[in-house]
T-cell receptor, first 115, second 114 residues
Framework: GAVVSQHPSRVICKSGTSVKIECRSL??????MFWYRQFPKQSLMLMAT?????????EQGVEKDKFLINHASLTLSTLTVTSAHPEDSSFYIC???????????FGPGTRLTVT | AQKITQTQPGMFVQEKEAVTLDCTYD???????LFWYKQPSSGEMIFLIY??????QNATEGRYSLNFQKARKSANLVISASQLGDSAMYFC???????????FGSGTKLNVKP
């Protein structure tokens, strides 16, 4: 099956700093990438959808200036958490889709801890 | 209204037995897809099975099958011959193709007992 990687897998940062998380589709071209956030013992929450070469579409309640998403190529999307706060600590998961056959391939996730 | 409903927060099943995880959905989109994912304690999401709204036959993937009842808007996951490694969270999800939306259920934690 298709492989999606995320880097880093785990990151600890101080309040006020910015953190960039990379999501890569390793063996296929992803026309669409999704970014999710998962709170402990809760389901995934879709944060935004990004199509290669265009601006991301953010879900209601997600601050686009805080969570910057760039989908510069068909194999790479980045999520930058700007001016991180402790409440941003979470598990962030990306997924990639090439729309055939509508499957999403999930990355392994990135655990962000803001101190 | 909830788009995806998983009514079983936790389930136990004896090893080698079959188990059904419930999922109901709500959509007005005529074209949609239904997914099941497994999330072990490591956190990664593993795709298990997919059912398209126009697929007439129930999807099967190895020990996984999806009991798709369109009129009842249910998409239950059946795991046959449970294994200890099946212990994990299971999420049902739906993608609305015309509305371009994706929804996850709240998940069911499955524990397989030896």
């Amino acid at each position: 099956g298709a492989v999606v990687s995320q880097h880093p897998s785990r990151v600890i940062c101080k309040s006020g700093t910015s953190v960039k998380i990379e999501c890569r589709s390793l063996d296929f071209q992803a026309t669409t990438m999704f970014w999710y956030r998962q709170f402990p013992k809760q389901s995934l929450m879709l944060m935004a959808t990004s199509n290669e070469g265009s601006k991301a579409t953010y879900e209601q309640g997600v601050e686009k200036d805080k969570f910057l998403i760039n989908h510069a190529s068909l194999t790479l999307s980045t999520l930058t958490v700007t001016s991180a706060h402790p409440e941003d600590s979470s598990f962030y998961i990306c997924s990639a889709s090439n729309r055939e056959p509508y499957e999403q391939y999930f990355g392994p996730g990135t655990r962000l801890t803001v101190t | 209204a909830q788009k995806i409903t998983q009514t079983q927060p936790g389930m136990f099943v004896q090893e080698k037995e079959a188990v059904t995880l419930d999922c109901t959905y709500d959509t007005s989109d005529q074209s949609y897809g239904l997914f099941w994912y497994k999330q072990p304690s490591s956190g990664e999401m593993i795709f298990l099975i997919y059912q398209g709204s126009y697929d007439e036959q129930n999807a099967t993937e190895g020990r996984y099958s999806l009991n798709f009842q369109k009129a009842r808007k249910s998409a239950n996951l059946v795991i046959s011959a449970s294994q200890l490694g099946d212990s994990a969270m299971y999420f049902c999800a739906m993608e609305e193709y015309n509305f371009n939306k994706f929804y996850f259920g709240s998940g069911t934690k499955l524990n397989v007992k030896p």
